[in-house]
């Protein structure tokens, strides 16, 4: 069961990952993990003067309708993910650089899936 669980996931990711690169971001870093925690998606996107990063989680599952896979992105997760951000910037040594946290829930039916892309989804201190 739980490598069925995993082969979702990843399913998801790269689904995850493909819109993001459409949308004219790059991929950074994919799966980083600590012992708190991990990071599903880095991606940076490069801006009039500057550029964006962005922590993505990805949360998908079998089937459709409400409740969405992204409604279990809690308050506990989002405080987690604010974290490791802050870490991941600390440990790349990435000062002054501008970071947003972004969810992104996709329901699989079959070969047809139904995406959806949260941005600016929460803040660093895990808020909405």
């Not at 992204?70 to 991941?88: I, M, P, S, W």
Request: aromatic letters at 8%; charged letters at 35%; hydrophobic letters at 40%.
């Amino acid at each position: 069961m739980e490598d069925r669980r995993d082969e979702l996931a990843l399913h998801g990711e790269n689904l995850a990952c493909a819109h993001l690169v459409e949308q004219g971001w790059d991929i950074v870093d994919r799966n980083v993990t600590w012992k708190l925690g991990e990071i599903d998606v880095v991606a940076r996107k490069a801006l009039d003067g500057g550029e964006l990063w962005a922590i993505v989680e990805v949360k998908t599952r079998r089937g459709k309708g409400p409740p969405y896979p992204e409604d279990n992105v809690t308050a506990a997760k989002r405080r987690k993910l604010a974290k490791l951000g802050q870490l991941y910037l600390q440990e790349n040594r990435l000062y002054g650089v501008v970071m947003r946290f972004d969810v992104i829930g996709i329901d699989v039916c079959g070969e047809e899936f139904e995406l959806r892309h949260h941005e600016a989804a929460f803040d660093a201190w895990g808020r909405i």
